[in-house]
Nanobody
Framework: QVQLVESGGGLVQAGGSLRLSCAAS????????MGWFRQAPGKEREFVAA?????????????LYADSVKGRFTISRDNAKNTVYLQMNSLKPEDTAVYTC?????????????????WGQGTQVTVSS
């Protein structure tokens, strides 16, 4: 079992930045791929970003981003701290959502919900115009 706790959400003006953190505890040895998803009010949860396991040797490691966040968001991870981050820059009102991190079933970066096994509770991000 892996427990995930997100933090770093909040209220920010359009154009601003936030950095989300997701701390993993439990069976965290050699964490596989990890990702971020978000769900806006009245909408389905959608993929945001994913990073492959640090056990994959570069250059085979990869990251994935939703088209809507490419160039603005960056996913990174620190295995020593069992933490994955989502740096969000140039935020837009349409980025407003509950952001949730997840641990994948596989080492590679994945964009489908079905490929994720453990989920956090989420952190609210609100971007004002």
């Amino acid at each position: 079992q892996v427990q995930l706790v997100e933090s770093g959400g909040g209220l920010v003006q359009a154009g601003g930045s936030l950095r989300l953190s997701c701390a993993a505890s439990g069976r965290t040895a050699s964490l596989p791929g990890m990702g971020w998803f978000r769900q806006a009010p009245g909408k389905e949860r959608e993929f945001v970003a994913a990073d492959s396991s640090l056990d994959i040797i570069s250059p085979r490691r990869d990251t994935l981003y939703a088209d809507s966040v490419k160039g603005r968001f960056t996913i990174s991870r620190d295995n020593a701290k069992n933490t994955v981050y989502l740096q969000m820059n140039s935020l837009k009102p349409e980025d407003t959502a509950v952001y949730t991190c997840a641990v994948a079933r596989y080492l590679a970066a994945r964009s489908l919900e079905k490929d994720y096994l453990y989920w956090g509770q989420g952190t609210q991000v609100t971007v004002s115009s």
